[in-house]
C-alpha cells in the first residue's frame, strides 16, 4: 500500500508486492533477479542475514545492525542496506521536532533486532543508551556490540532510569495487541522526556497513551515503518518520496480495518 501509493503519485511505472521465497530457493531468487526485473527489495524474517552472502556490498548501518532490510542494484550489483536506523530517527525529527537539541541519554526497553536498530540510530545523534531487558545477557552482548556508550540493565532497573532519560523507547512486542502489557510505572520519567514506541497495532499503545496523559511528547511505531521506506524507494526508483498526513491516514485507516482492537 505503502509504495503503491507513492508509485501512483508520483507517476512512476512499477510494482510492489510480495514474494513468499524458503530459505533453499534465496541462491535461485537472486541469481534470477535483474533478468526477472526487480530493481530491489526488503528482505523480513528469516532471511535478514541469510541474504548476506548474495549481495557484493552491504552498507555501514546493516553491518552495524548486523541485519539487512533492503536491497537495491548499483551498476548490476546487489547491494543491502539497513533502513531501520534512519526511519527511527527520521520519524522522531518528524513527530518531535527537536527531540535532540539537549538530549543526551535515552533508555531504550529491549534487546532485539529492533532496538539494535534503535540504537544505532541514537549513537549516530550523540546519546548515551541504557538498554533495559529482561534477559540482561542479551543487553550485555549490546553493549559489548555498541561500546562504551551503551550500559546494559535488567528489567527491574528500569523505572530507576526514568529520571536521567531524555527519551524513553520500547522496542518490545510488549503493548502489542495479542501480546502481554508493558508494566512500566514511568511516573519518575523526566517530565520532557519524549516517549517512543515502536509497536504501531494499537496505533496508540497503552505506554503512549500514558505518557501524553502527563503531558510528554509521543512518538509512535507507525512513523518509523513509514519513514524506513523512503531511502528503498529513493533506491528503487530514484525519486525521494514524501511521508505526507494522506499516506498517514490511508495506512492507519488500512490497520484500523484489519487489525481488531487497534
Ligand atoms: P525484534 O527483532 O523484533 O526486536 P526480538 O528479537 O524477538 O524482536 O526481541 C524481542 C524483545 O522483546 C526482546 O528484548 C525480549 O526480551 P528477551 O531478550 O528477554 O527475550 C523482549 N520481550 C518479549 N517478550 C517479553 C516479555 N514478556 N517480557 C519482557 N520482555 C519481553
Given at each position: 500500500m505503502l509504495h503503491g501509493y507513492w508509485l501512483r503519485q508520483l507517476g512512476i511505472t512499477g510494482e510492489y508486492g510480495m514474494r513468499d521465497i524458503a530459505p533453499d530457493d534465496l541462491p535461485a531468487f537472486f541469481a534470477g533477479f535483474g533478468a526477472a526485473g526487480y530493481v530491489g527489495c526488503n528482505v523480513t524474517v528469516p532471511h535478514k542475514l541469510a541474504v548476506m552472502k548474495h549481495l557484493a556490498e552491504i552498507d555501514a548501518a546493516a553491518q552495524a545492525i548486523g541485519a539487512v532490510n533492503t536491497i537495491w542494484t548499483d551498476n548490476g550489483d546487489l547491494v543491502g542496506g539497513n533502513t531501520d536506523a534512519a526511519g527511527f530517527v527520521d520519524n522522531l525529527d518528524d513527530?518531535?521536532?527537536?527531540?535532540?537539541?539537549?538530549?543526551?541519554h535515552a533508555v531504550v526497553l529491549g534487546a532485539g533486532g529492533a532496538a539494535r536498530a534503535a540504537i544505532h540510530g541514537l549513537l549516530g545523534r550523540g546519546l548515551r543508551v541504557s538498554v533495559v531487558n529482561r534477559t540482561l545477557e542479551s543487553a550485555e552482548a549490546l553493549a559489548r556490540h555498541f561500546g562504551p556508550s551503551v550500559r546494559a540493565h535488567g528489567m527491574e532497573q528500569g523505572a530507576a532510569l526514568l529520571?536521567?532519560?531524555?527519551l524513553l523507547v520500547n522496542t518490545t512486542s510488549?503493548?502489542?495487541?495479542g501480546k502481554e502489557a508493558?508494566?512500566?510505572?514511568?511516573?519518575?520519567?523526566?517530565?520532557?522526556a519524549v516517549v517512543y514506541d515502536?509497536?504501531?497495532?494499537?496505533?496508540?499503545t497503552d505506554l503512549l497513551k500514558r505518557a501524553r496523559r502527563r503531558g510528554h511528547r509521543t512518538v509512535d511505531g507507525l512513523g518509523m515503518l513509514l519513514h524506513q521506506a523512503v531511502p528503498g524507494f529513493q533506491h528503487w526508483f530514484g525519486v525521494r518520496p514524501a511521508v505526507s498526513d494522506e499516506l498517514r491516514a490511508l495506512i492507519e485507516a488500512d490497520i484500523r480495518a484489519t487489525s481488531p482492537g487497534a
Amino acid at each position: 500500500m505503502l509504495h503503491g501509493y507513492w508509485l501512483r503519485q508520483l507517476g512512476i511505472t512499477g510494482e510492489y508486492g510480495m514474494r513468499d521465497i524458503a530459505p533453499d530457493d534465496l541462491p535461485a531468487f537472486f541469481a534470477g533477479f535483474g533478468a526477472a526485473g526487480y530493481v530491489g527489495c526488503n528482505v523480513t524474517v528469516p532471511h535478514k542475514l541469510a541474504v548476506m552472502k548474495h549481495l557484493a556490498e552491504i552498507d555501514a548501518a546493516a553491518q552495524a545492525i548486523g541485519a539487512v532490510n533492503t536491497i537495491w542494484t548499483d551498476n548490476g550489483d546487489l547491494v543491502g542496506g539497513n533502513t531501520d536506523a534512519a526511519g527511527f530517527v527520521d520519524n522522531l525529527d518528524d513527530r518531535a521536532p527537536g527531540w535532540n537539541n539537549e538530549a543526551g541519554h535515552a533508555v531504550v526497553l529491549g534487546a532485539g533486532g529492533a532496538a539494535r536498530a534503535a540504537i544505532h540510530g541514537l549513537l549516530g545523534r550523540g546519546l548515551r543508551v541504557s538498554v533495559v531487558n529482561r534477559t540482561l545477557e542479551s543487553a550485555e552482548a549490546l553493549a559489548r556490540h555498541f561500546g562504551p556508550s551503551v550500559r546494559a540493565h535488567g528489567m527491574e532497573q528500569g523505572a530507576a532510569l526514568l529520571g536521567e532519560a531524555d527519551l524513553l523507547v520500547n522496542t518490545t512486542s510488549l503493548g502489542m495487541v495479542g501480546k502481554e502489557a508493558l508494566n512500566l510505572d514511568i511516573t519518575g520519567l523526566k517530565p520532557a522526556a519524549v516517549v517512543y514506541d515502536i509497536v504501531y497495532v494499537p496505533l496508540e499503545t497503552d505506554l503512549l497513551k500514558r505518557a501524553r496523559r502527563r503531558g510528554h511528547r509521543t512518538v509512535d511505531g507507525l512513523g518509523m515503518l513509514l519513514h524506513q521506506a523512503v531511502p528503498g524507494f529513493q533506491h528503487w526508483f530514484g525519486v525521494r518520496p514524501a511521508v505526507s498526513d494522506e499516506l498517514r491516514a490511508l495506512i492507519e485507516a488500512d490497520i484500523r480495518a484489519t487489525s481488531p482492537g487497534a
